[in-house]
Nanobody
Framework: QEQLVESGGGLVQAGGSLRLACGAP????????MGWFRQAPGKERELVAA????????FYADSVNGRATISADIANNTMRLLMTSLKPEDTAVYFC???????????????????WGQGTQVTVSS
């Protein structure tokens, strides 16, 4: 079982920014594809952003495109997500996920990811 640990959630005002981090074992960052997902109350878990193992290839959901930056901090075995211009609708539990997939870019399908962190709450107040 791969261990992914999110951190960095909290309460922030609309228009503000937040940095999330996902720590993982070294072998994750050497080969796995990773992604950030979020789940708001009463809604399905949705993709926020995804990347390949070194962050060279990235994908962003339309809802966060231009406001989110996903990156790989390889030296610290950590995937990061910077969210800016936050909106109340960004309020959700944010999860990181990992998959050992043969594709060369990123994986956007939620069901493909077998490994998940415990989640971190992000609350954006209006």
């Amino acid at each position: 079982q791969e261990q992914l640990v999110e951190s960095g959630g909290g309460l922030v005002q609309a228009g503000g920014s937040l940095r999330l981090a996902c720590g993982a074992p070294y072998r994750i960052f050497s080969t796995y594809k990773m992604g950030w997902f979020r789940q708001a109350p009463g809604k399905e878990r949705e993709l926020v952003a995804a990347m390949n193992y070194n962050g060279a290839n990235k994908f962003y959901a339309d809802s966060v495109n231009g406001r989110a930056t996903i990156s790989a901090d390889i030296a610290n075995n950590t995937m990061r997500l910077l969210m800016t211009s936050l909106k109340p609708e960004d309020t959700a539990v944010y999860f990181c996920a990992a998959v050992n997939h043969p594709c060369t870019e990123y994986v956007t399908t939620k069901g493909t990811y077998p490994y998940w962190g415990q989640g971190t709450q992000v609350t954006v107040s209006s």
